[in-house]
């Protein structure tokens, strides 16, 4: 099964994933993430905006190649790799 990791930050909202090993079914990015919502309800209206697309502030990364297809989601999440899922933060 592919690995889910994700920035601390994301545990303020989502405190049932924290300590945990979280794990999907191989599928499409956007499978992957539908079965976190599934762990987490509402995880998906945090990382999608409201037309299913990657909200801006949001990257994802299959292992180390970043998600470029941000509105379908159809990149492949294979038995073995991992989803990292972290905020852009900026600020001055």
């Known amino acids: 099964m ?22 999907a079914p191989p599928g499409s990015v956007s499978e992957v993430l539908h079965a976190i919502n599934e762990q987490a309800p509402g995880f998906t209206d945090y990382v999608l905006d409201e037309r299913g697309v990657v909200r801006r502030h949001v990257k994802l990364c299959i292992n180390d190649t970043i998600v470029i297809d941000r509105k379908t989601l159809a990149d492949q999440v294979e038995d073995g790799d991992t989803l990292f899922i972290f905020q852009a933060l900026s600020g001055g």
């Open 2 to 23: 592919p690995t889910i990791k994700m920035t601390s930050h994301l545990y303020r909202f989502f405190p049932q994933l924290q300590d945990r090993t979280l794990a």
